[in-house]
């Protein structure tokens, strides 16, 4: 067994002591497969008795009971310790301190020589030209089996632990033979905070007979519910952006053994069958090779002989699709694999009832441990064609990137920053290769400076994938999405950058090692007077924070000004920061400024903010450092609604936008009780969106009216409206009326065709509004959702509105785009003593939107300066 350093020893030590416990004491006897079902397996003529079964750790038959993460550790522990097929890694650990563990299985003989296995496995990608097909002949394919990224989807993990028992201790050709040919990375819970809210739910809400009654409440778990982690992400949503510790964990995984086939277990509505890909076909992205499609759908011929084999009904082609990337079964399609998509309808309980029948949790196992198996079986039976699609995946990259048009990204590092370093590091954790621009090139009206600017050439093994995350998109074959239409990532994170059309050979300068986060600096050095921090940096607000907590009387710049700096004029935009030396009212408010230098200093090196060191108050341009162009700023408390009714995917952006990335304490505020809790401690409160009863809705709408400052999100805009707290009109739009006369059996795909899963807008920033200071006059914005707004009629009210041309990349109708030109898409207004500032747009979307975050952060700092 092999842990890394930074796990959790709580969690370890329980779980070896548990399964240490229980190896002890086992007798020896021997085996059939423990599954409450009956499961016919081929080739398979017994199990070795030094194997222990899952219930001799964990206490219980897999199928009778919800297993608990540390269970689930415990017993691939206890395998691990006895078997000489398993080995056991630790890659990652949750925000809760939980471990994320997968176990490499194959045959003895090939784990003596595992690491020789794998570096061989990254020739295909790494030295692809040079692979020759007598080799692939004698190389083992590389399966990644991975279960239950939502964490309420249980019955997938429950298939892991089973099928880790299988394969180590099973005897016969259908394992034994195939373990020669293969190497399993097994990882049984993506998500192991969601699991243990989910289990520990559904395992203490049961008594000693399961009840199949959907009312029970072993079926009903509470808010936010287990199918996202900590923070209420989807991490199946997370697999290209890469922005939390259990993704981060898993994509090591994957580009340290680069597998040929990765396959992705789920659970869907009870009504369901069983569901392996393909998706609809019309819906695959056209980024994919076809071949990935052929090899899908070859794959998809054993999937159908595993479930006949036990009388389980499935379907194909139908639903789900392999368009977009962040998700795991299509994540492998830009890589050179090959990713398989399993739905299981879900019982969540034990037992629950369904149309047609009880639905049991040991059937939902049943079939996913059938899947794997005959994911194991396709593995073996394709594995030179598999490993063939993978060498000429990357073979073809280079041919690719010269006839394509674009030959390379140029990426600014003059404006953002941290923002360009943000997304170079986010490339670098896929294997692409960046490089420094040799010299000054510019294009669509833009200079890119050699030194303050990177390229990423499309000649290189990541040819696809880059082009994936880089190109808009704005052609499409279908009007339907299963998940969103684009994911820009330059866009997203409002860098500027353009696309070279000529030979990059002549731009392109030394290869780039990892990128780490810098540009943070003290200009003058130590100040006698104020120091001035720019608003131009995504870690200000952090910054910023640092001085409030101190109680430094910091102050923001409302207007444009200069200063003299070593003799010569410098100009600062609105929205900078004056930080003083010394306070005015008390001699408690009197610093030493050494203390202030220090805490600037700190800042610069760990925000990688810049300071200007100044001597003097008056300026000689715009208002002077001490005007009334100037604001006053305050320690902001937020509230942030949560709990049932609310929005959990928008308040958990923006609860680790703050807690997480900005460390800035942010209070959960249960939205059931509002009316029966002190709102008065709170300066702002985040409404992500939900349903609120009339008297917490009084009680939210009293408090912003007496002086808080409301932040509502685009799920809370018609609330905001409801109470009148913010006085903008709905935009009408008659669906009906376009789709009139069509046939029945194209209705839904005709109204489908009218909504906005995800597309990327530009949003007209008013910069001189202190919530869009900072900002450029074009802000990129993803937007989710069909309603419109009409831009308010007062003065000053419209912060943000969508351009003339507001698409930039992702599908919209022709008529929904006519309607969205000239739309609010921001709106700050007075509410008797109180702010309202609403957003239209999902700001922190994924947590990788770093652009639009500003607005929030904005929204939340500088609420009482307008």
Do not use: C
């Not at 081929?42 to 919800?66: A, L, W």
């Not at 998700?327 to 047609?356: H, T, W, Y």
């Not at 604001?631 to 902001?636: A, D, G, H, N």
């Not at 995800?758 to 006059?777: E, N, Q």
Request: glycine share 8%; proline share 5%.
């Amino acid at each position: 067994m092999t842990v890394h350093s930074g796990e959790s020893l709580s969690f370890v030590w329980r779980a070896l002591m548990l399964s240490i416990a229980v190896l002890i004491i086992r007798p020896a006897v021997g085996q059939t497969l423990p599954l409450p079902l009956e499961m016919p397996l081929p080739g398979v003529s017994s199990y070795d008795p030094s194997i222990p079964t899952p219930e001799e750790i964990i206490g219980h038959q897999i199928g009778t009971r919800h297993t608990v993460p540390y269970q689930v550790e415990a017993y691939f522990n206890a395998v691990a310790t006895v078997s000489d097929r398993v080995t056991l890694n630790v890659h990652a650990q949750s925000y809760e301190g939980r471990n994320l563990i997968h176990a490499i299985v194959t045959s003895p003989q090939n784990h003596a020589r595992l690491e020789e296995i794998r570096k061989e496995n990254l020739r295909l990608s790494d030295d692809s030209e040079n692979v020759t097909d007598a080799e692939i002949e004698n190389m083992p394919v590389i399966l990644y089996q991975g279960y239950s990224v939502h964490g309420n989807e249980a019955s997938g993990t429950e298939a892991a632990v089973l099928y880790l028992y299988h394969l180590a201790a099973a005897q016969g050709p259908a394992v034994e033979d195939a373990l020669e040919n293969v190497v399993v990375i097994l990882d049984p819970m993506f998500n192991p905070d969601g699991r243990d809210r989910f289990t520990n739910w559904a395992n203490r809400n049961r008594g000693g007979v399961a009840v199949s009654d959907t009312q029970d409440r072993e079926h009903n778990e509470p808010w936010p519910g287990g199918r996202t982690n900590h923070y209420w992400f989807d991490l199946n949503r997370d697999w290209i952006v890469g922005q939390h510790p259990e993704s981060l964990g898993r994509l090591r995984i994957f580009h340290s053994w680069r597998p040929h086939v990765l396959t992705d277990h789920h659970e869907m509505g009870t009504g369901s069958t069983f569901f392996f890909q393909p998706g609809i076909p019309s819906r695959n992205n056209p980024n994919t090779p076809e071949r990935t499609f052929e090899l899908t759908d070859a794959i998809a011929q054993f999937h159908a002989e595993g479930l006949d084999r036990i009388g389980s009904q499935y379907y194909t082609r139908e639903s789900f699709d392999d368009f977009f990337y962040g998700k795991g079964s299509s994540f492998p399609d830009i890589n050179g694999s090959v990713g398989i998509l399993f739905e299981q309808a879900s019982s969540r309980a034990l037992e629950r009832d369904a149309a047609d029948g009880v639905l049991h949790y040991a059937f939902t196992v049943r079939n996913q441990f059938a899947a794997s198996l005959s994911t194991l079986a396709a593995g073996v039976a394709l594995r030179v064609r598999l490993l063939t699609n993978q060498r000429d995946f990357y073979k073809e990259s280079f041919e690719l990137a010269e006839i394509h048009s674009v030959k390379a990204y140029v990426v600014s590092l003059d404006r953002g920053r941290t923002r360009a370093q943000k997304l170079a590091q986010l490339l670098q954790r896929h294997r692409i290769q960046l490089y420094a621009l040799a010299k000054d090139v510019s294009m669509d009206g833009r200079t890119f400076k050699a030194g303050g600017a990177y390229v990423i050439p499309l000649a290189q093994r990541q040819m696809r994938l880059i082009k994936s995350v880089m190109e808009r998109t704005l052609t499409y074959q279908d009007s339907l999405f299963y998940d969103v239409s684009t994911w820009t990532l330059p866009l997203a994170h409002d860098v500027d950058y353009g696309e070279y059309r000529r030979s990059a050979d002549a731009i392109t300068g030394d290869l780039l090692g990892a990128v780490e986060l810098d540009g943070g600096e003290v200009i003058g050095g130590r100040s006698s007077y104020v120091y001035l921090m720019p608003w131009n940096r995504y870690y200000a607000p952090r910054s910023l924070y640092r001085f409030l907590k101190a109680d430094v009387p910091v102050r923001v710049m409302l207007d444009r000004f200069s200063v003299l700096l070593d003799g010569s004029k410098t100009w600062f935009d609105s929205g900078t920061i004056v930080i003083p030396l010394i306070g005015r009212d008390t001699p408690s408010k009197t610093y030493d400024p050494a203390l202030v230098h220090e805490l600037v200093v700190e800042a610069a090196e760990q925000d990688h903010t810049t300071f200007y060191s100044v001597s003097s108050g008056l300026t000689p341009d715009g208002p002077d450092l001490g005007g009334s162009s100037t604001s006053s700023l305050v320690l902001p408390t937020i509230g942030l609604l949560t709990g049932q009714g609310a929005s959990s995917g928008n308040a958990g952006e923006l609860w680790h936008l703050l807690s997480e990335r900005f460390r800035i304490p942010v209070s959960l505020l249960d939205i059931r009780l509002l009316s029966d809790i002190d709102l008065s401690k709170y300066d702002v409160i985040a409404h992500p969106g939900g349903s609120l009863t009339e008297p917490n809705s009084e009680a939210l709408a009293t408090w912003t009216r007496d002086g808080g400052t409301l932040i509502a999100m685009s799920g809370a805009i018609s609330w905001a409206q409801n109470h009148e707290l913010l006085d903008i009109e709905s935009k009408s739009f008659d669906t009906d009326s376009l789709i009139q006369g069509l046939p029945y059996n194209q209705l839904d795909e005709a109204r489908g065709a009218h909504r906005i899963g995800g597309s990327i807008f530009a949003l007209s920033v008013d910069t001189t509004h202190p919530v869009g200071f900072g900002l450029r006059d074009s802000l990129p914005v993803f937007h989710i959702g069909s309603q419109f707004y009409e831009v308010p009629e007062s003065p000053g009210q419209g912060l943000g509105i969508y351009s003339d041309s507001p698409l930039l990349s992702g599908y919209i109708s022709d008529d929904k785009l006519e309607q969205l030109s000239g739309s609010a898409g921001a709106v700050a207004a007075r509410a008797g003593e109180g702010r309202v500032i609403a957003f239209m747009d999902r700001l922190s979307f994924r947590a990788y939107w770093y652009g639009s975050q500003r607005l929030f952060l904005n929204a939340v700092f500088f609420s009482r300066a307008f």
